[in-house]
């Protein structure tokens, strides 16, 4: 079992940066697929990024490549979100979720789940 949560959201002007951190609880980190998925009031929940077990492979749904990326440090169990270039459409509940075996960017596939940072961004 794992326990995440995340750190770092904030209000920011549009074309601003953040760093999003999410801190992983016990010894199994390196054993998780971790994912950042966003949820904006009135929508559903929303794949950002995902990484792989040793940090090699990401993946990116196509509205956040070239601006967020993903990344993970298993000796420091965290997981971080850097984003720049950020649009007012960028704005929601930031979650980072974990999971075993293969990355997946469906957020039911997910099993742990943080408790969410508020990222902003204003026009």
């Known amino acids: 079992q794992v326990q995440l949560v995340e750190s770092g959201g904030g209000l920011v002007e549009a074309g601003g940066s953040l760093r999003l951190s999410c801190a992983a609880s016990?010894?199994?980190?390196?054993?998780?697929?971790m994912g950042w998925f966003r949820q904006a009031p009135g929508k559903g929940r929303e794949f950002v990024a995902a990484?792989?077990?040793?940090?090699?492979?990401?993946t990116y749904a196509d509205s956040v490549k070239g601006r967020f990326t993903i990344s993970r440090d298993n000796a420091q169990n965290t997981l971080a979100l850097q984003m720049i270039s950020l649009k007012p459409e960028d704005t929601a509940v930031y979650y980072c979720a974990a999971r075993r075996l293969v990355v997946s960017t469906t957020a039911g596939d997910y099993t742990y789940w943080g408790q969410g940072t508020q990222v902003t961004v204003s026009s």
């Open positions: 016990g010894r199994t980190f390196s054993s998780y697929v």
């Open positions: 990484i792989t077990l040793n940090g090699i492979k990401t």
